[in-house]
């Protein structure tokens, strides 16, 4: 039997460029131990008593999620960690046994050894040297990490210890972390990464220090979400700029995942509930709104200038949106459709309920800080813009108010993870900035938002708002109406008058974000988006420049010259006041009726307001008003304190 010092050696598990992993027997104890050590050995007594004393400080750390340690000594010129083989069997031998894990549990697993990493990084500790053999997993699936500090770097004798593994501290933390993504990566493909058995081997092979590209192949054992496969690419991506760089960050986004796949309403969508109830949905923007809400003068205006009023300030729009379909939802299932009209919402809840809903709102900025409200502040104008733009583009008959507001309800998302989780939304800003262009990717891409925000929160934008849409009671219709077409999804005729108002609105949104793309590719990002739309809405380049002149959206993305990168005529059209399509289709003698849908008279628009499914196509029952009405929408930039 081959002996090291005392211990006995059964079998080598795992071998590196950085550590060994033995099983052995202590004759002293009776039991099967794990054993680790480095693969290079001390350089002087210096460094074997600095590694002793760094991997002693590494055993004080006690989390769930970290291997207790037994013993620490050294067999000259080794020294040794030993672990309770108890604890279970590694990674390696799980996937030996049964083959690859589900990716629900390949994503648990991976959480907790992120946790319990974040926790060691923490507290001033690195690994230099994870695998899957460092992983030991139990019978109830509880994961414990082995050999904290155990491969730590080989300085010279000379050198200061201290100094030299403080400055190599915050590197190796954010190796530790690629590693545990590499990991992942291992679980969900089946077969070793880069075929290198030895993730530091994968490590010097991928880029910026080699040349390989780390990504998740398509051919899995088990299909992967999408969310989870953004996540594991975001790890290894190329651009070190890109990752994850604190563990506490990467077991974030999948622990959100995992339980957003859990449970309907786990993850960030519990986080956010929790968030809303004690700062709100969203900040107020007027301070002067509450004082006069308040005033006797309201008892004489009328219902649309309360409605008017109202609707300036986005936080009391969607407050008086959630208290009248809540209390909706109290009465049962026959109180009628979900209220989009906030004239129909003030007539049901009173001067009372508007003083109640004015009151119950946090004052501007809440809990964000300048940097933070001054971001926010641009996501609302940009959100107003989008608004004004499909008033501007909605079919005639259709009420401004209510087009508006589904504009507004698609980005409910977007506008509560700014406000709540301000540091996340930064990061899914970053994370669509292209990086910089190098030899090997001359044309570098940003993630897209939906990727974005996988990789950060674990779940997309538009599913946060559509739980929080259910959480208040809104209507099947209305969560329809609230999902943007998707941007790589070819764009159906409407059928009906809630497909018809879902896609006007998205393709608001799109021109809104066209506006917003860098000067050289806005004028091509709102052609593509008008190509897509042309046939199911009717609309042509000159209705869309229209739309945004009317609506300022020109204006307000700076002084960009919009209308000179066109032809004259739409560039003159651009600034001139809107007119309605059936005007122009009545001047080019072309037939209106053939594309233009009935209005339906305000008497049965009022009744109900989100039409049923049985609702007739060509009767918008969305439309509160008849043709002609004056939308109301807040003015950009003029409600904040």
Not at 245 to 264: K, N, P, T
């Amino acid at each position: 039997m081959r002996r090291f010092g005392r211990f006995e050696l059964r079998a080598l598990l795992h071998k590196s460029q950085r550590s060994m992993l033995w099983v052995v027997f202590d004759p002293q104890s009776g039991q099967e131990m794990f054993l680790m050590m480095p693969r290079e050995k001390p350089n002087s007594e210096a460094a074997m008593l600095h590694w002793l004393k760094t991997v002693d400080g590494a055993s004080r750390i006690h989390h769930p999620n970290l291997a207790h340690v037994i013993e620490t000594g050294r067999v000259d010129p080794w020294p040794y960690v030993a672990y309770d083989r108890a604890l279970g069997e590694t990674l390696e031998e799980r996937l030996a046994r049964g083959g690859p894990p589900l990716p629900l549990d390949a994503a648990g697993w991976a959480a907790q050894a992120l946790e319990g990493l974040a926790f060691a990084h923490e507290a001033g500790h690195a690994h230099r040297d994870i695998q899957l053999a460092h992983l030991v997993v139990d019978g109830a699936n509880h994961v414990r990490l082995l050999g904290l500090e155990v491969a730590q770097e080989i300085v010279p004798a000379s050198a200061d210890f201290n100094t030299a593994t403080r400055r190599a501290a915050r590197e190796a933390a954010e190796e530790d972390v690629v590693c545990i993504g590499l990991v992942l990566h291992r679980l969900l493909s089946g077969k070793p990464v880069l075929d290198e058995p030895d993730l530091q081997a994968v490590l010097q092979r991928m880029q910026p220090q080699g040349h390989e590209l780390v990504r998740l192949g398509w051919e899995t054992p088990y299909p992967i979400p999408e969310p989870l496969r953004a996540i594991v690419n975001r790890a290894s991506d190329r651009q070190t700029r890109q990752r994850y760089h604190l563990a506490r960050s990467f077991w974030r986004a999948l622990d959100g995942w995992r339980q957003s796949a859990e449970q309907d309403d786990g993850g960030p969508i519990a986080l956010l509930k929790d968030k809303m109830q004690r700062f709100g949905h969203l900040p107020s923007t007027s301070t002067r709104l509450v004082t006069t809400v308040a005033s006797s003068a309201m008892a004489s205006q009328h219902g649309s200038q309360l409605a008017a009023m109202a609707l300036k300030d986005m936080a009391l729009s969607l407050e008086l949106i959630r208290r009248v379909n809540n209390a909706l939802r109290q009465q049962g299932p026959t109180s009628g459709g979900t209220v989009l009209n906030l004239q129909r919402a003030i007539a049901m809840l009173g001067l009372n309920g508007l003083e109640d809903a004015a009151r119950a709102l946090k004052p501007w900025p809440g809990p964000m800080n300048d940097g933070q409200a001054q971001f926010m502040q641009s996501v609302i104008r940009r959100v107003q813009r989008a608004g004004q733009v499909a008033q501007a583009l909605r079919p005639a008959g259709y009420d401004g108010e209510v087009v508006y507001l589904i504009s507004l309800m698609q980005n409910l998302g977007r506008l509560l993870v700014q406000y709540h989780f301000p540091d996340d939304a930064q990061q899914i800003r970053q994370l669509q900035v292209a990086p910089e262009a190098t030899e090997d990717n001359p044309n570098p891409r940003g993630m897209n938002e939906q990727s974005a925000a996988y990789a950060v929160l674990g779940c997309d934008l538009e599913s946060l708002g559509l739980a929080v849409a259910r959480y208040w009671g809104l209507g099947d219709e209305l969560q329809h109406m609230m999902r943007r077409q998707p941007q790589e999804a070819p764009v159906r005729h409407a059928d009906g008058d809630i497909e018809l108002l879902r896609l006007t609105c998205s393709l608001a949104n799109e021109l809104v974000d066209a506006l917003a793309a860098p000067e050289r590719k806005r004028q091509a990002a709102i052609e593509l988006a008008t190509r897509r739309y042309a046939r199911a809405l009717g609309l042509g380049l000159r209705e869309i420049y229209d739309a945004l002149g009317a609506s300022g959206a020109i204006t307000d993305a700076g002084d960009s010259g919009l209308g000179a990168m066109t032809d004259p005529s739409i560039g003159a059209a651009a600034t001139a006041a809107p007119r309605s399509r059936l005007r122009e289709r009545a001047e080019s003698g072309a037939p209106a009726a053939a594309s233009m849908p009935t209005a339906t008279p305000p008497a049965a628009a009022a009744a109900s307001p989100v039409p049923s499914p049985a609702t007739s196509p060509a009767s918008p029952s969305l439309t509160t008003s008849q043709p002609g009405t004056p939308a109301r929408a807040p003015e950009p930039g003029k409600d904040f304190p």
